[in-house]
T-cell receptor, first 115, second 115 residues
Framework: DGGITQSPKYLFRKEGQNVTLSCEQN?????MYWYRQDPGQGLRLIYY???????QKGDIAEGYSVSREKKESFPLTVTSAQKNPTAFYLC??????????????FGSGTRLTVV | AQSVAQPEDQVNVAEGNPLTVKCTYS??????LFWYVQYPNRGLQFLLK??????LVKGSYGFEAEFNKSQTSFHLKKPSALVSDSALYFC?????????????FGKGTRLSVIA
């Protein structure tokens, strides 16, 4: 079945450590997105990519980095510069022919906790 | 600029009663509008979308939404609530002619259906 896979489901980060969240899709979607979810704040856009080797900053890009070397993959690195990284991170994708059937297709999320 | 407002953080309804989750939006021109639902520690799932055409949109699990252009609203409704409808609901918008601009999400409304 086609879909988006995010891994790991749970991730713990020590202070000063970089961590990378994985997002892989086999839907042949062109655009991919990373959102951060905090209680009461909804979804806030971190980065998005519409084509391979190109990406744009969202509203809260500081302390994060991404790459888009393959159409299927859009990993997110949470750097030590992100002072409050504890949150639920969601990856999404959309087809070239927007909006398709669902607008966005979402992964199941990664819960990142600083320890 | 695009924006979405979900004025209620929490909606409580008795099982079997009708439910409404409110959403108002602001875009330049005509909108794409979506409703998504999120269960605990999961990604968002598509419920329904409005692009053009009939103002009453029917979606998954018996939900429907009415597009009201004059009031810039897209309220989610269901005639008879189920306990299993308890979840977090997000409204999202994008302007029709905004290229590949990402969706903007509301802050979410938590629906609690009481048996």
């Amino acid at each position: 079945d086609g879909g988006i896979t995010q891994s790991p489901k749970y991730l713990f980060r020590k202070e000063g450590q970089n961590v990378t969240l994985s997002c892989e899709q086999n839907l042949n979607h062109d655009a991919m997105y990373w959102y951060r979810q905090d209680p009461g704040q909804g979804l806030r856009l971190i980065y998005y990519s519409q084509i391979v080797n190109d990406f744009q900053k969202g509203d809260i890009a500081e302390g994060y980095s991404v790459s888009r070397e393959k159409k299927e993959s859009f990993p997110l690195t949470v750097t030590s510069a992100q002072k409050n990284p504890t949150a639920f991170y969601l990856c999404a994708s959309t087809p070239h022919t927007w909006p398709g059937d669902y607008g966005y297709t979402f992964g199941s999320g990664t819960r990142l906790t600083v320890v | 600029a695009q924006s979405v407002a979900q004025p209620e953080d929490q909606v409580n309804v008795a099982e079997g009663n009708p439910l409404t989750v409110k959403c108002t939006y602001s875009v330049s021109g005509n909108p794409y509008l979506f409703w998504y639902v999120q269960y605990p520690n999961r990604g968002l799932q598509f419920l329904l979308k409005y692009i053009t055409g009939d103002n009453l949109v029917k979606g998954s699990y018996g939900f429907e939404a009415e597009f009201n252009k004059s009031q810039t609203s897209f309220h989610l409704k269901k005639p008879s609530a189920l306990v299993s409808d308890s979840a977090l609901y997000f409204c999202a918008v994008r302007a029709l002619n905004s290229g590949n601009t990402p969706l903007v999400f509301g802050k979410g409304t938590r629906l609690s259906v009481i048996a």
